[in-house]
């Protein structure tokens, strides 16, 4: 995992772009037969019922503890400097239509 890991977090987080190739590349790792063996051979070798959600559970957890500390001026693997603004009165009246309201 920590090869993945190291590969993701290596890249600044500042750009939207490479935090969209950052998801992407995990989303692809933990679908891999690779992911999937790894687990499969942990749970094996512990002699209990492999467990898919555990597995992802531990994954995301390491990767996102990983992430914190590699970009340790970050909280958390998400933007943390935006300001929230408000809709204008057309995006407004857009979500109103499309909410059927």
């Not at 998801?23 to 891999?32: A, K, L």
């Not at 512990?46 to 555990?54: S, V």
């Not at 057309?90 to 239509?97: G, R």
């Amino acid at each position: 995992f920590t090869e993945l890991f190291n590969l993701s977090t290596s890249m600044p987080t500042t750009n939207k772009v490479v935090r969209e190739q950052i998801w992407i590349r995990f989303s692809q790792f933990v679908s891999s037969s690779h992911y999937v063996m790894v687990w499969t051979s942990l749970y094996n070798t512990a002699g209990i019922q492999r467990c898919p959600i555990l597995s992802f559970d531990l994954t995301y957890s390491m990767f996102k503890n990983h992430w914190i500390n590699a970009n340790s001026k970050l909280s958390s693997p998400c933007i943390t400097n935006v300001t929230p603004s408000h809709l204008t009165y057309d995006e407004e009246s857009a979500l109103w239509y499309v909410a059927g309201y």
